[in-house]
């Protein structure tokens, strides 16, 4: 089927199921499926960022809140996504066909629906970015990955009010380099990619461009500053890695992880 050519690329959706896939379950399946797309798109799209990280993927559905994030086990990174949908009797056929409602964004997306695959595949991506992003700086930075370890101890030993402080100056001094303007820039350019490609359909692209413009929309609505006359927003501060690959490529988001002066950045 012709909307099927994106997310699943035609070696897999043709190939015959595999006895150990008979074994699992279709949600998990479904779920190494689309995160093996995100790595495929990351690795054509951004060839120099990419990096190859063992990776467990923990997809579980029926949750009471959505939850998704990661975490690392010494150099494994660990991808949880709990969404509150039912997914017991659906196929992995019948996963990549669902439209569902936002699970994110619903602030600004209301009833709108997307193709559940453009979902998943956004979210995938988001939290592998961050491992790619951490896996760099532990590449060309490891006094960062020093500093933050001796700061996150830090604000374990303190008592509630202290540790408020801290985590407030945390968030406030690492945030671009180890927050959340890597994965949301990437996303962006994943995107623009995904606009260009000729290989992709246009249902595809079409979900591709609304995930963003309501992510786009909710990111314009949160003032990075507590002041409301503030005239920052939270998309000012995570497009950093954009704008730095809109003028530089792919070495100027390298550029800044290895030239990055955290002590700087954080009395800005």
Do not use: C
Not at 80 to 85: A, D, L, S
Not at 226 to 242: A, F, G, R, V
């Amino acid at each position: 089927m012709e909307s099927e050519k994106f997310f699943f690329n035609k070696k897999t959706s043709q190939n015959p199921e595999t006895q150990e896939n008979k074994e699992k379950e279709a949600r998990e399946v479904y779920a190494n499926e689309i995160f093996s797309e995100a790595k495929d798109k990351l690795r054509k799209y951004l060839p120099n960022f990419y990096r190859d990280i063992p990776t467990k993927l923990d997809y579980q559905d029926n949750a009471e809140d959505f939850k998704i994030n990661y975490h690392f086990e010494g150099e494994n990174l660990n991808i949880n996504i709990r969404p509150p949908e039912n997914l017991s009797g659906k196929t992995v056929d019948d996963l990549k066909k669902i439209e569902s409602n936002f699970l994110v964004f619903q602030d600004v997306a209301e009833n709108e629906t997307i193709l559940k695959k453009t979902q998943d595949f956004f979210f995938l991506t988001h939290e592998y970015i961050h491992g790619i992003n951490r896996t760099l700086l532990k590449e060309y930075r490891p006094d960062i990955i020093q500093i933050i370890e001796v700061k996150r101890k830090e604000i374990e030993e303190s008592d509630e009010a202290k540790k408020k402080e801290l985590q407030q100056e945390e968030r406030n001094s690492i945030f671009p380099v180890l927050g959340e303007s890597s994965p949301i820039s990437i996303e962006r350019i994943m995107v623009e990619k995904i606009l260009q490609d000729e290989t992709i359909n246009g249902q595809e692209k079409d979900n591709a461009r609304r995930f963003w413009k309501n992510h786009e929309k909710s990111l314009l609505l949160k003032k990075l500053e507590d002041d409301p006359k503030s005239k920052y927003s939270e998309l000012d501060e995570t497009m950093i890695y954009y704008k730095l690959y809109q003028k530089f490529g792919e070495k100027g988001i390298l550029d800044f992880i290895k030239n990055f002066e955290f002590e700087k950045l954080s009395k800005i």
